[in-house]
């Protein structure tokens, strides 16, 4: 039997302005966006660049709908990483993040298993960024 981790969910507040910082900041593609009949939600998907698409593990965007899960927007994990983003050129691409504006609250640092640096999304969930050895 073969599976596969097809989707990690991410509690939104707004589609449009997750969608805004995760295209230009992280350079993420768009996968999908359609609407859901019946209803005012969409189904949103995105993958960083370079990602197999619909053929790997994509973000499915979930706007949060009630006050139970807007606590949960930037805090996904309760304060700890919550998912790890990789990378062949941390140097390059870290420049090029700081440059559009994403907030690391650590530099790229050398690490047994790679070199690694932790950069916030736009609610403030913790990101580690990886170029692994």
């Known amino acids: 039997m073969k599976q596969s981790l097809v989707h990690v969910t991410l509690v939104v507040k707004d589609y449009d302005e997750t969608l805004e910082f995760y295209i230009n900041k992280l350079n993420f593609v768009l996968i999908s966006d359609l609407a859901l009949p019946g209803t005012d939600d969409r189904w949103v998907e995105i993958a960083p660049p370079g990602s197999p698409g619909k053929e790997g593990t994509t973000i499915a965007l979930s706007k949060a709908n009630d006050t139970k899960r807007e606590s949960f927007i930037g805090n996904q994990t309760g304060g700890k990483v919550f998912l790890f983003l990789g990378t062949a050129d941390i140097w390059k691409d870290y420049d090029e993040m700081v440059s559009k504006g994403v907030e690391f609250v650590q530099s790229p640092v050398d690490q047994p298993y790679g070199i ?6 736009l609610y403030g969930n913790l990101w580690d960024f990886i170029q692994r050895k």
């Open 116 to 121: 690694v640096a932790i950069f916030k999304d």
